[in-house]
């Protein structure tokens, strides 16, 4: 992939799970960098299993590699929210990773 190709700024956020003494827990999401990406769009639907909404990836992000992005971070781009559903390297020598996403709030 060209250089030239990650031209939309984004940040990375990362899941954290807490536990309070009470039982009580929360998912809240820190910040972990801005980068470059290349973000295309796959295909605009939902679908309802079991009585709920199940994610379908929406997009497919493209980034340099980093070994520490997984499934469940957050990709902000502008209003923007991207959901990781999973990520690949897209080959083996580790330099760029792909990510298919889905976006919320949509």
Known sequence: MRAGAYRTPVALEQPVH???ADGSASLVYLFAG???AQ???LRQSETL????LEGIA??????????DLAGGW????????FRILST???DDR?????CLAEEEGT
């Open 18 to 20: 807490t536990a309070a």
């Open 34 to 36: 801005d980068d470059f």
């Open 39 to 41: 973000i295309k769009p």
């Open 49 to 52: 299993r079991s009585g709920r």
């Open 58 to 67: 929406t997009h497919q992000l493209r980034l340099r590699y980093r070994d």
């Open 74 to 81: 957050r990709v902000l781009c502008g209003p923007r929210a």
């Open 88 to 90: 690949t390297a897209a």
């Open 94 to 98: 580790s330099r760029e990773i792909i």
